[in-house]
């Protein structure tokens, strides 16, 4: 399985930005996924998370209101559309493929995608 993020990129405080995550490979199932984001000298962290169905999502409180997750099964894609960015959202955002246990731990899930950077300033 190979996870490609995109969307990344600099915007302003109070901006908004749409990242991508498109899976190829062996990508049958039915697998929830989520998005973590790592800042510079700190751990990575849990943003949000969607089941297959779509009909459960999970997010983070610091994000909560102002990030929103879906997915596309038809094109093995997940989005993050986050708006109203904070300077404290500016790091590197990581898709993963969800196996098991809970969604908030990053030992849940098996296979990520590359990063991509967002940056926002203030």
């Known amino acids: 399985v190979q996870l490609q993020a995109s969307g990344g990129g600099l915007v302003q405080a109070g901006g908004s930005l749409r990242l991508s995550c498109a899976a190829s490979?062996?990508?049958?199932?039915?697998?929830?996924m989520g998005w973590f984001r790592q800042a510079p000298g700190k751990e990575r962290e849990f943003v949000a998370a969607?089941?297959?169905?779509?009909?459960?999502?999970f997010y983070a409180d610091s994000v909560k209101g102002r990030f929103t997750i879906s997915r596309d099964n038809a094109k093995n894609t997940v989005y993050l559309q986050m708006n109203n960015l904070k300077p404290e959202d500016t790091a590197v955002y990581y898709c993963?493929?969800?196996?098991?246990?809970?969604?908030?731990?990053?030992?849940?899930?098996?296979?990520w995608g590359q990063g991509t950077l967002v940056t926002v300033s203030s």
């Open positions: 490979g062996r990508t049958s199932g039915a697998y929830s």
């Open positions: 969607i089941t297959w169905s779509r009909l459960s999502t």
């Open positions: 993963a493929r969800h196996d098991s246990g809970s969604y908030y731990f990053k030992s849940s899930y098996a296979y």
